[in-house]
């Protein structure tokens, strides 16, 4: 096999469109967890400190966080199907890709400066709005259709209305 079949191949399991993650964000994934038969939401929030491979199929973010004085970190492949949504809650301003001096700091060493964003831009994903678009056009290409029609049924009437005027 070839790179570039190798590529089609990894580029067919990407999700059409991500939230575009960065380190320090402070983000909260949806994961499906499965439980025997049954599937559940799960949500985990915290802040990322690393980032790896944006591109590609296997890009991945590690999340931390500290639940009862335990630091609690989780890697999400973001393209894959248990992962729901992610959700960017914070964004602050950092320097580096890899934020693991994070780990050895707690309280409020461990803080990171917020920046301003927008954050119902930034967690609005180009596939929804695509599909709100194309939603717009089809009830327009309806409501054209259902205008048609109802053209075409009055030009009927008329017609019908002419023909019995002649007839009598």
């Not at 994961?31 to 400190?49: A, H, L, N, T, W």
């Not at 301003?116 to 930034?122: C, E, G, K, S, Y």
């Not at 695509?130 to 259902?146: G, H, P, R, S």
Request: hydrophobic share 40%; glycine share 4%; no cysteine.
């Amino acid at each position: 096999m070839s790179f570039t079949d190798l590529k089609k191949i990894g580029d067919a399991q990407k999700k059409p469109a991500v939230v575009d993650v960065r380190s320090g964000d402070t983000v909260r994934v949806t994961q499906k967890i499965k439980e025997g038969e049954k599937f559940r939401s799960q949500v985990f929030e915290g802040v990322v400190i690393r980032t790896d491979r944006k591109d590609s199929h296997t890009a991945r973010i590690t999340v931390r966080k500290v639940a009862s004085g335990v630091g609690v970190e989780k890697s999400f492949l973001i393209h894959n199907p248990l992962v729901e949504k992610i959700e960017i809650v914070h964004r602050a301003k950092v320097r580096r890709k890899n934020l693991s001096f994070l780990r050895e700091r707690s309280g409020k060493s461990a803080r990171l400066a917020n920046k301003a964003f927008d954050r119902v831009a930034v967690n609005t994903l180009a596939e929804v709005k695509a599909d709100a678009e194309q939603a717009t056009e089809a009830v327009e290409t309806k409501a054209e259709a259902a205008a048609e029609k109802v053209e075409a049924a009055a030009e009927k009437v008329a017609a019908d209305v002419k023909a019995e005027e002649n007839k009598a």
